[in-house]
T-cell receptor
Framework: LAKTTQPISMDSYEGQEVNITCSHNNIATNDYITWYQQFPSQGPRFIIQGYKTKVTNEVASLFIPADRKSSTLSLPRVSLSDTAVYYCLVVFVANYNQGGKLIFGQGTELSVKP | SQTIHQWPATLVQPVGSPLSLECTVEGTSNPNLYWYRQAAGRGLQLLFYSVGIGQISSEVPQNLSASRPQDRQFILSSKKLLLSDSGFYLC???????????????FGPGTRLTVL
């Protein structure tokens, strides 16, 4: 499973756009890039997943360059409630028979200030 | 809709005592089930996963064990707890048919274990 590298922490202010970049130099052809969000004392929650170019949903956007060796999670106009840890994962989506494992790194602790 | 339960929510146990944490899933069948541990901050460590009844895969060597006696039940156990077993234990499931093939895992509320 590809290893990911992301900043340990980031600070932002309410209303700003936050971009969290993740490096995954060893990503394989069949791997997808997935982001989870975790609030204190809760389990992680799926945010977004993509393979290449740009993916957008009601929560975030995910930008993936052509070489796919990195990705950027973009959170528009953050609020205090977006304070959480954000995990970048590289996932081989079709590995159900092998267990569908997710390997979490240390994540990025985002702190949004008023 | 699918729901995942974990109990107990919190647990304080002495070193050397046994452990049994239970996880059950409702509203789905034949899920893949997972146990994670998160110690002192962030970084989830995958402990075990199961793709079916009686099928357990261990990710890390440790004094914990897991069992899946029923399709939607996953149990984490220990015969003798260590101080290092303290942490936040999370159960998760995936049903790829419902998830649309994106490997989205759904996590339970967790159990906070303190070993003294």
């Amino acid at each position: 499973l590809a290893k990911t590298t992301q900043p340990i922490s980031m600070d932002s202010y309410e209303g700003q756009e936050v971009n969290i970049t993740c490096s995954h130099n060893n990503i394989a052809t069949n791997d997808y890039i997935t982001w989870y969000q975790q609030f204190p004392s809760q389990g992680p929650r799926f945010i977004i997943q993509g393979y290449k170019t740009k993916v957008t949903n009601e929560v975030a956007s995910l930008f993936i360059p052509a070489d796919r060796k990195s990705s950027t999670l973009s959170l528009p106009r953050v609020s205090l409630s977006d304070t959480a840890v954000y995990y970048c994962l590289v996932v081989f989506v079709a590995n159900y028979n092998q267990g569908g494992k997710l390997i979490f790194g240390q994540g990025t602790e985002l702190s949004v200030k008023p | 809709s699918q729901t995942i339960h974990q109990w107990p929510a919190t647990l304080v146990q002495p070193v050397g005592s046994p452990l049994s944490l239970e996880c059950t899933v409702e509203g789905t069948s034949n899920p893949n089930l997972y146990w994670y541990r998160q110690a002192a901050g962030r970084g989830l460590q995958l402990l075990f996963y199961s793709v079916g009844i009686g099928q357990i895969s261990s990710e890390v060597p440790q004094n914990l064990s897991a069992s899946r006696p029923q399709d939607r039940q996953f149990i984490l156990s220990s015969k003798k707890l260590l101080l290092s077993d303290s942490g936040f234990y999370l159960c998760a499931w995936i049903n790829h048919r419902l998830a649309g093939g994106n490997n989205e895992q759904f996590f339970g509320p967790g159990t906070r274990l303190t070993v003294l």
